[in-house]
């Protein structure tokens, strides 16, 4: 039997983070396929059951229900012994990075995403350009931090990488973002990533069904 | 001598998250005024000296230099023994909504604010059309929790309180948003904060210059 189960659909970059997470530690999960597309997030009783907060991911263990990428990654870093800060300075700086990745690295690309890809109707382009300059900001930021080190906290990957590249492993069809070119530390950053042992693109870890349903 | 400086403006809301905490603890803090409006948070030396994410807050204690209001006020909540968790699952929903904030709650209503009041263009009306309904979608989740709490995890207040009200402290001309007639559970709970000892107003407790620079 399956140790955790991860609400999610293959869509969600946020979800993706903890699968990957996942498959990187060798846990036993299965994915529970949450239909965002037909609006169960928005649904009262789903959201009074599973997450107030009406998102996903949300990572079952043991009876306990969690929610929040960020909080799942550091509790999934304490359960498995894996990816975790070695002390309260690496614990303190995997925390910096991963709120850094929710208040503006993720948040920004991901809504430019869905709103460029899967919102009906698109995102008006004056929406678009606004989420663009913030975007260009946040990955100088990390291009730059990732010039001279292999991950974030330099030699070692941690959920802190997992957090921020999330979203990185979706097809340039869907971000409209070819990193190859633009951003080449934060692309070599990626393809690292994508060479750790049991490390699986999102539409393969996780399940969804077209993303405009009918 | 100061235990604690903290590198701030006025304007700023993450940084008032922190100063408040400080003032709550009674810790013995001086602020060190960042000039924002003349863009020194954009100077390549600040950012190589203070902070690489060219943000404020920055915590000084002990020689050690802390940013990201979400890992601070955790740094503080352990130094000072007040406001954090008392158990792991505590420490877990304080995280599920410092990370809720920096994500949805803080990030959309503070950038919709900054656009509003100090941008120089403004926010363009569709970008804040945008900005308002993200906006809108939050603060119903909030309320709703708060509808028969008084605070985010029960009966006392926490750094998760002082992260996700942080920026309902500013004057309604300043946010556009006058939560008393429209989120009365959000509004009396920033009351009970407010009320707590200590508790001073953002302009009180920061320094500040004129919003827009000459």
């Given at each position: 039997?399956a ?9 969600s970059?946020n ?10 530690t ?5 994915p ?7 609006g169960?997030?928005r649904?009262?009783a ?7 907060m ?5 990572l079952?263990h ?11 990654l550091?509790?999934?870093?304490e359960?498995?012994?894996r ?14 990075w ?5 208040h ?10 869905w ?10 382009p004056?929406?678009m350009?606004?989420?663009a300059?913030?975007i260009?900001?946040?990955l ?11 991950f ?7 959920i802190?990488d997992?957090s ?8 340039v ?7 190859d070119?633009?951003?080449?530390a ?29």
């Amino acid at each position: 039997m399956a140790d955790f189960k991860l609400h999610c659909f293959a869509q969600s970059g946020n979800a993706y983070k903890v699968a990957m997470m996942l498959d990187l530690t060798g846990s036993a999960w299965e994915p529970v396929f949450v239909d965002y597309f037909v609006g169960q997030t928005r649904d009262p009783a789903w959201r009074a059951e599973v997450s107030e907060m009406g998102e996903v991911p949300v990572l079952e263990h043991r009876g306990e229900r969690l929610t929040q990428s960020g909080m799942i990654l550091d509790a999934l870093a304490e359960i498995t012994g894996r990816f975790g800060g070695r002390d309260a300075r690496e614990r303190r700086e995997i925390w910096r990075w991963i709120l850094f990745d929710n208040h503006k690295f993720t948040s920004y690309f991901a809504t430019h995403r869905w709103l460029r890809t899967f919102a009906e109707p698109k995102g008006h382009p004056e929406v678009m350009a606004f989420l663009a300059g913030r975007i260009s900001n946040n990955l100088g930021i990390v291009e730059r931090h990732l010039k001279d080190r292999p991950f974030l906290l330099g030699d070692r990957p941690t959920i802190a990488d997992l957090s921020l590249a999330g979203y990185l492993f979706y097809p340039v069809e869907e971000t409209g973002y070819d990193l190859d070119t633009t951003h080449p530390a934060i692309a070599a950053w990626a393809d690292r990533i994508s060479e750790l042992p049991g490390w699986r693109a999102p539409y393969e870890a996780m399940p969804a069904r077209a993303a405009v349903a009918a």
